[in-house]
């Protein structure tokens, strides 16, 4: 599945510890099934008792209740008894007038604030054993002693808080996904978070333990949630602002944990942990307000965290933006409630409306974070085709990667030396000094660093989609560095392919000057000298002697026109002398056929002349040569930025450049001009052109 | 007969200054290349200057050059250009310059000193001398069709011969045939190309050379 090992670990206990404490609630539920009464609910005041109004009330309930008549004590035993000791844990001996008895109901924990708050008067919800609510009102004299009870049918409210722990569950189940999800994603960080938001959510379910310390760990351990939602919160925002909603959930997590302990271990006639407070419960208000506000504070610091990023977030992650900033904002309003309610000092931390809410909001986050991670998901076509795109090289690398990371602002950075890296204008760019909200992603190309993206750092939350560009973004300045060293290394070899030429074009110049200046100049003196020589002699041509002088000079004349044969052929030198129409004209001279001849009159530079010069020689010389043409036509034209030759001839065909043949020759001739040689060679005739750039 | 020579090869210069000598004619100066030359025929006014195409310092066609500025400067002095290739075009370029008393040689004709003094003779006197290899090029160029296929195999050794500047006596010598009859293959042959009938020698030839050149191929 490719999940990092050490998460794959704690993903296993979290999904056992999940599955645990589902199939605890479960059957704990379904264990209370059975009993009269579940969850004690809610307390409410009822207006201030008088003497005529309770007997009043009483008489109309009674009345209604049981048919018009008072209740005998044997009555109230047999029916109102058995289920309110179930309620209140089974361990008063009965509900009756007696004043032990009385005490013994009123010193569970459920009777203690409604003894305290109305010494005479209470009602209290509860739910029978088919699953109907009802009213257990007791009347209880100044004393405190029960002095009667009211059972009535109540349609509402529901029982919150086994939704509460529901809600819990399936929060739990829904934070283990998304941060498994987050994991194989890449999102190493934020997974780790979701998971702990898992652990926290599952702790939502202790409460429903009748252990005092399973039960107390339930209360403090959701505390945590407010702070699993500011570490979700990973680098959005500024620093600063991140700081400070550490510190305030701080705050709230240890307030919201010391609250419990000064009351709620009571529940099933323990002390509480800190027993200083026992008596008092304005101290436990007072820390569940301030644990609330501060909560409170947590969650709209981290709405207004994701409301200030979505101005700077990239369209695929501006909705999961507004969601998270929107679960914020309804458990910061949750919170704020439940600080009035407590303050008002008829709340309940582990009941309530407001709860539902809190866990409502805390599934939300990771609703969001799993939302956005399949949003990321469907980013995988465009990661493909950045890669395509990334054919782009240089100024066009960066709004494709723009494109692709869904920022604007994202910089290209490079680096030939694997160090430094510089930007666009060949400034030096530090990594560690990026300003606020920035962040580098560095480029890696067969381990080494080629470059680097500067982009919003809120894209970290999504460094797999980062990663994947940077990636692509490697392979495309690779590509750009390969195609810049091809390039290079053509240069090179273009230019030395040039330099070939020109150096057998000078050794051609410098043979012809030798066999000028050299030997044709030596063998004319010599020819002189002979001449000389028969003359001084005296010799006639009738003579023996004359006519081997005679001879050695038609010889000499003979040797002469084979070396001039020889040098004409290696330097054009009418070219240089005359240019290339007088040139070319004295090839048609030569030809064995007669060639028709268009010349522009459009000078060439010097070396393009030279190639076409010899473009036509040779064509010329293969068409003597091989064509059996009957006439041949030569065109030059200069045509926008390049030379055009063009030697047509009508004979057999047959012209190949193959191997070693002095077409291939010419072809590398001009190819080292950077022209190009092509020949249409058939039964009809041959054509020859070649296209020659005029620099 | 007063001749200046322009040659740099030493070995050619010296060479051919001491044939010409032995044939009793009076090489009154020699230069390695084109400098001074035109100073020197203005000054000294000989008979002929004979010059190479080639030398310092391009070695491209100095001499030529030289030849077509001392014709203009000095149109008394005969001239003969002696190249180690024959170019048409340069046969051509000479004769526009004025054809009466220049020659264009093959440099290797000067070991055959009967070819060389007769050349210069014939240039002395006003004539014409053009290589029979340019001739021969430019007669026998092929061509698709035209005037030329108009002519006999004996007008063409007359047109030939008269590209080389030779006159209607001396054509008739060589063709072993009575002047007369040489004259009326001139005459033919002007008329079948449609020049001039009976323009002096030199400006025929030049007549001639640059319809040839000029006939498409």
């Known amino acids: ?695 | 007969m007063r001749v200046i020579l322009v040659d740099d090869s030493a070995l050619i210069r010296e060479g051919l200054a001491s044939l010409l000598a032995d044939e009793g004619i009076d090489v009154i100066a020699t230069f390695a290349d084109a400098d001074g030359v035109g100073e020197a025929v203005a000054e000294r006014r000989p008979d002929a200057l004979v010059i190479d195409v080639r030398m310092p310092p391009t070695f491209q066609t100095e001499g030529l050059e030289a030849a077509l500025d001392i014709r203009r400067a000095t149109p008394s002095t005969a001239i003969l250009v002696l190249s180690q290739h024959i170019e048409t075009r340069y046969a051509v370029e000479l004769l526009e310059g004025g054809a009466a008393g220049v020659g264009y040689l093959l440099k290797d004709r000067v070991t055959d000193i009967d070819t060389l003094i007769d050349a210069l003779g014939r240039i002395v006197e006003g004539g014409t001398v053009i290589d029979p290899e340019v001739v021969t090029r430019l007669v026998q160029r092929p061509r698709s069709s035209g005037p030329l296929d108009r002519l006999s195999e004996r007008e063409r050794e007359v047109l030939s011969l008269m590209a080389e500047g030779h006159t209607n006596a001396r054509i008739a010598d060589e063709l072993v045939v009575n002047q007369r009859t040489a004259e009326t293959h001139v005459s033919n042959i002007l008329t079948k190309l449609d020049l001039p009938p009976d323009a002096p020698v030199d400006r025929r030839v030049s007549a001639v050379v640059l319809w040839l050149k000029n006939q498409p191929a």
């Open chain 1, 1 to 695: 599945m490719g999940f990092h090992p050490r998460y794959a670990v704690a993903l296993a206990l979290g999904v056992a510890l999940a599955l645990a404490a589902t199939i605890w609630s479960i059957s704990e539920s379904r264990d209370r099934a059975g009993l009269p009464v579940i969850e004690l609910l809610r307390v409410e005041a009822l207006p201030a008792p008088s003497s005529s109004r309770i007997d009043d009330h009483l008489n109309r309930l009674f009345a209604a209740w049981n048919g018009e008549r008072p209740w005998t004590d044997e009555e109230l035993e047999a029916r109102i008894e058995p289920p309110l000791l179930e309620a209140i844990g089974g361990t008063a001996a009965a509900v009756n007038t007696s004043d032990a008895a009385a005490r013994a109901v009123i010193g569970q924990r459920r009777f203690v604030d409604m003894a305290e708050q109305l010494p005479n008067f209470a009602r209290v919800i509860a739910v029978a054993d088919n699953g109907d609510p009802f009213v257990l009102t007791m009347v209880l004299s100044e004393a405190g002693q029960v002095q009667g009870l009211l059972v009535d049918d109540l349609p509402s409210p529901p029982p919150l808080r086994g939704w509460a722990a529901a809600l819990a569950l399936a929060t739990a189940w829904l934070f283990l996904f998304s941060g498994a999800a987050a994991d194989r994603y890449g999102r190493e960080q934020q997974a780790w978070g979701l998971l702990a938001g898992s652990l926290v959510s599952c702790s939502a379910v202790l409460v429903l333990s009748r252990s005092e310390l399973v039960y107390t760990a339930g209360r403090v351990l959701p505390v945590l949630a407010v702070a699993v939602a500011v570490w979700l919160l990973g680098d959005a925002g500024p620093r600063r602002a991140r700081r400070w909603l550490w510190v305030v959930a701080g705050a709230a997590v240890v307030v919201g944990a010391l609250a419990p302990l000064t009351r709620d271990a009571a529940r099933i006639g323990h002390p509480p942990l800190i027993g200083a407070f026992a008596d008092d419960p304005t101290v436990y208000r007072a820390l569940l307000s301030l644990a609330a506000a501060l909560v409170g504070v947590t969650m709209a610091g981290v709405a207004a965290v994701n409301l200030g990023d979505l101005g700077r977030l990239s369209r695929w992650r501006r909705p999961p933006g507004w969601a998270a900033a929107t679960a914020a904002g309804m458990w910061a309003v949750a919170a704020f409630g439940s600080a009035a309610d407590y303050a008002a000092g008829d709340g309940d931390w582990a009941g309530g409306s407001l709860l539902g809410i809190t866990w409502v909001a805390f599934g939300a986050v990771a609703a969001v974070i799993a939302l956005e991670l399949v949003a990321s998901r469907w980013d995988s076509p465009e990661l493909a085709s950045l890669v395509i795109d990334l054919d782009a090289e240089g100024s066009e690398l960066q709004p494709a990667i723009a494109r692709a990371l869904e920022d604007a602002s994202v910089q290209v950075v490079v680096s030939d030396d694997g160090e430094t890296l510089l930007d666009e204008t060949g400034a030096e760019v530090d990594g560690e000094a990026l300003p606020a909200g920035r962040s580098l992603t560095l480029i890696r190309s067969n381990g080494t660093t080629v470059g680097g993206l500067v982009h919003d750092a809120a894209l970290n939350t999504n460094r797999a989609r980062v990663e994947a560009v940077a990636a692509a973004a490697g392979l495309a300045l690779e590509v750009g560095r390969l195609n810049r060293q091809v390039l290079a290394q053509l240069e090179d070899v273009t230019e030395s392919r040039a330099r070939i030429v020109r150096a057998s074009d000078a050794a051609r110049r410098r043979i012809e000057r030798d066999l000028h200046d050299g030997a044709q100049q030596r063998l004319v003196g010599l020819g002189l000298t002979i001449q000389r020589a028969r003359r001084l002699s005296g010799a006639t041509i009738d003579s023996e002697r004359g006519a081997l002088l005679e001879a050695a000079s038609r010889e000499l004349r003979e040797i002469i026109e084979d070396i001039r044969a020889v040098s004409r052929g290696s330097n054009p030198a009418l070219l240089v002398e005359r240019g290339l129409a007088a040139a070319v004209d004295a090839l048609a001279e030569r030809a064995p056929v007669p060639v028709r001849l268009a010349v522009d009159d459009d000078p060439l530079p010097d070396a393009v002349a030279t190639t076409v010069y010899f473009v036509v020689a040779e064509a010329l010389a293969n068409m003597a040569k091989h064509a059996e043409a009957s006439s041949a036509s030569v065109s030059i034209c200069r045509h926008g930025g390049e030379a055009r030759v063009q030697i047509t001839d009508d004979g057999q065909g047959g012209a190949t450049m193959t191997h070693g043949s002095g077409l291939q020759g010419l072809d590398d001739r001009v190819a080292a001009a950077g022209g190009t040689l092509t020949i249409d060679s058939g039964p009809g005739g041959t054509t020859l052109e070649a296209c020659i750039p005029c620099a």
